[in-house]
């Protein structure tokens, strides 16, 4: 098969990893910027140019789209779907999952677990919104962070107050979040491919620290699943409609609930705790899924 890479940097571990897999497999492998792309819009012949060539026959492509370029990234992705060309993931799907409120509605509407979630626009009625969150400890995030920062434990109502005003007076959107306390500032990562977790991994911060993120100091090692987390976890990525997502869930003590859904989720840290091949595991989904006119959207949404 003839295999795009959409991502911005060739020397990602997961970006080269995928490659590796895919040469390993004997496919024709791009690793295609979606930044340098441009692209026509007619009705008849939608077509994607790249470096002054046009890009053609691709079978598949394998979109690793960075939060900060979902925009332009997400409408390279629908372009090629409009050619009928299979993605990984579609279009609609990664923009879907990289909106924080909209995913966690999506989720809710379908009964999964969830921490209880608060937000608002405005600040008149916080004292209100913080109660109907449960109360502190209450954790409140800005709806645009990653990598854990931009993720605030507030220990008392009155901190959850400041917190929410300073951060609103920022003009940022923000969550309010029931604190999972008893998850004891770990998480675990389920890479999801199909309908299968592959591979999951414990992330448990450093003493002292709540958030798990691994670029917060947080380690990582193998995690055993129990069959409702398994089961929480493709559910997860299935609402969202990804092939392959990163879904992250904490251990409650009413079940598993579920943090976010990640669209383009690393291999590094999944690999090297849990010793799997999961970009091998990538490939060969591809290889029995992309068939011609196999992509379910065609740009469509
Ligand atoms: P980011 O997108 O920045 O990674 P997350 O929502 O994943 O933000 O939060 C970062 C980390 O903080 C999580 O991995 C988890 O360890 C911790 N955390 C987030 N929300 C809660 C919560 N409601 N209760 C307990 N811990 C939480
Ligand atoms: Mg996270």
Do not use: W
Not at 71 to 97: C, D, H, K, P, W
Not at 171 to 187: T, Y
């Amino acid at each position: 098969m003839k295999i795009a890479i959409i991502s911005r940097d060739p020397s990602l571990y997961s970006t080269r990893r995928m490659f590796e897999e895919a040469k390993a497999n004997g496919h024709i492998v791009h690793i295609i910027d979606p930044l340098l792309c441009y692209m026509t819009i007619a009705s008849q012949r939608p077509t994607i140019h790249y470096k002054g060539e046009e890009l053609t026959e691709f079978d598949a492509i394998i979109p690793r789209i960075g939060a900060s370029i979902t925009f332009y990234g997400t409408a390279v992705v629908r372009q090629f779907e409009m050619m009928g060309v299979y993605s990984l993931n579609e279009s609609v799907a990664i923009s879907r999952s990289r909106d924080k409120l909209r995913s966690l509605q999506l989720l809710a509407r379908k009964g999964v677990g969830l921490p209880v979630t608060g937000f608002a626009h405005s600040t008149k009625y916080t004292k209100d919104l913080i109660e109907l969150a449960g109360g502190a400890p209450l954790v409140i995030k800005l709806l645009e962070g990653t990598q854990g920062i931009g993720v605030v434990l507030a220990e008392t109502d009155k901190a959850s107050e400041s917190v929410i005003e300073a951060f609103r007076g920022l003009k940022q959107h923000i969550l309010v979040q029931e604190f999972i306390k008893e998850a004891g500032g770990a998480d675990i990562r389920c890479f999801v491919i199909g309908e299968k977790v592959v591979a999951a991994m414990k992330r448990q911060g450093n003493e002292g620290e709540f958030r798990s993120n691994l670029h917060r100091g947080g380690n990582a090692t193998l995690a055993r699943l129990t069959p409702e987390e398994r089961l929480t976890a493709v559910r997860a990525a299935k609402i969202m409609g990804l092939n392959v997502a990163g879904v992250d869930l904490l251990r409650s003590n009413h079940g598993p609930v579920i943090m976010e859904v990640n669209s383009s989720p690393g291999l590094e840290g999944i690999e090297k705790a849990t010793q799997k091949n999961v970009a091998a595991l990538i490939i060969d989904f591809i290889e029995k899924q992309a068939k011609p006119g196999r992509t379910r959207t065609r740009g469509h949404g």
